[in-house]
């Protein structure tokens, strides 16, 4: 099926009943562009059923893609991997049709299953907003005295807030 780590299926040469192709495309075909969150590791990966029917080539399958990405709460890399089980698409042949590239459909099939918020795992602890420590790893001391220090500027906001606030509604209270 492939073709210089595309995925081509070369129409004329298919099966009557349809064919299975499995395999993995060239290295940096999902080409995420600039992301700094996700980089794939190797080519995607396919298991697809490829078949004729009538001046239609339905294609049906599964498609994934390796991946390091970097987890949105802990800010540490991780391997893991997208799949898209029930990929299915189809393609209008005629007469002159040689040649159909799947590539570009199985591409914006992996991206589609890309996460938004990657994370290490589900308990990921993540890091401490106060002092960056990442929480799987160790304990901080930044919330030892029961009073969360995130908040801390907030509450000295609000403090003033409120001194003015009274000082306004002062001259009013005679
Ligand atoms: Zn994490
Ligand atoms: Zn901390």
Redesign the pocket.
């Known amino acids: 099926m492939e073709t210089q780590g595309r995925l081509i299926v070369d129409v004329a040469r298919l099966a009557k009943d349809g064919e299975w192709f499995r395999g993995e495309t060239a290295d940096n075909l999902l080409d995420l562009g600039e992301s700094e969150f996700v980089t794939p590791e190797g080519g995607m990966c396919y298991a697809l059923k490829v078949e004729l029917i009538g001046s239609e080539l339905l294609v049906r399958g599964e498609v994934r893609q390796r991946l390091t990405c970097v987890c949105s709460r802990c800010a540490e890399n991780f391997v893991t991997e997208v799949v898209e089980p029930e990929f299915v698409q189809s393609y209008e042949i005629n007469a002159t049709t040689d040649f159909v590239d799947l590539t570009e459909e199985v591409r914006e099939a992996i991206i589609l299953a890309l996460p938004g918020y990657p994370v290490c795992s589900e308990s990921c602890r993540g890091l401490?907003m106060?002092?960056?420590?990442n929480l799987n790893n160790a304990a901080?001391?930044?919330?030892e005295e029961g009073k969360d220090h995130r908040w801390a500027a907030l509450d000295v906001l609000k403090t003033d807030l409120d001194a003015s606030r009274s000082k306004r509604a002062r001259p009013r209270e005679k």
Not at 130 to 133: D, E, Q
Not at 140 to 143: A, E, K, L, M, S
């Open positions: 401490c106060t002092c960056g420590t901080c001391r930044c919330h």
